[in-house]
């Protein structure tokens, strides 16, 4: 295909340096899209993918699997250095304040319940209100990202009570939606 391996970065190549962190970077890039008002697809589109990766996280794989057409993707290394240098500064505040707590969430049971959680949240973000319900899952789910990231169970804990807000707002929206429909007919 020609290309040089120096100016681009494929999926595969990302994952491979992260190891046992690429679940937790997966969990925090799948969020992020939705702590921003976004258009209806997008949501719908993280919550397939995020469901996928907590269902891994929830077997139990030492690594995320990812589709072969997935993982041959490829990203300009000056675009991967360009969102570091935008991102750093805020994971070294991040840093700062964050420290392995609350260790027994990194225990291969904890991580199997992590990821169920992130099921469940991945399906709320599956029927959020369109444009901004996703916001509050899209939080929870960078939360529970970083905290594992970062080894700190007291942001993964953190998120995990944003993200029972952000599933009884969902909820809210679908009761909503159904009883607006009894209601019709």
């Not at 589109?45 to 990766?53: K, N, S, T, W, Y």
């Not at 077997?59 to 240098?85: E, F």
């Amino acid at each position: 295909m020609g290309r040089n391996e120096g100016d681009r970065l494929t999926v595969a190549d990302i994952v491979a340096v992260l190891r046992d962190r690429a679940f937790a970077l997966l969990v925090v890039l799948l969020g992020l899209p939705n702590c921003l008002p976004m258009p209806p697809p997008i949501p719908f589109v993280c919550g397939l993918l995020l469901a996928l990766v907590a269902a891994q996280l929830a077997a139990g794989r030492p690594t995320p699997w990812l589709p072969a057409s997935l993982l041959r993707r490829s990203i300009p290394q000056d675009a991967v250095k360009r969102a570091v240098t935008r991102a750093l500064p805020i994971l070294q505040r991040l840093e700062r304040l964050s420290r392995p707590r609350i260790a027994f969430l990194e225990k291969p049971l904890a991580l199997r319940l992590i990821g169920i959680v992130l099921i469940v949240m991945s399906l709320g973000l599956l029927v959020a209100a369109p444009v901004i319900g996703q916001i509050p899952l899209g939080i929870a789910v960078c939360l529970v990202g970083l905290g594992l990231v970062e080894r700190d169970g007291v942001v993964v804990v953190g998120g995990l009570l944003v993200g029972l807000v952000g599933l009884l707002l969902s909820l809210g929206f679908v009761y909503a939606i159904f009883a607006g429909v009894e209601h019709f007919f």
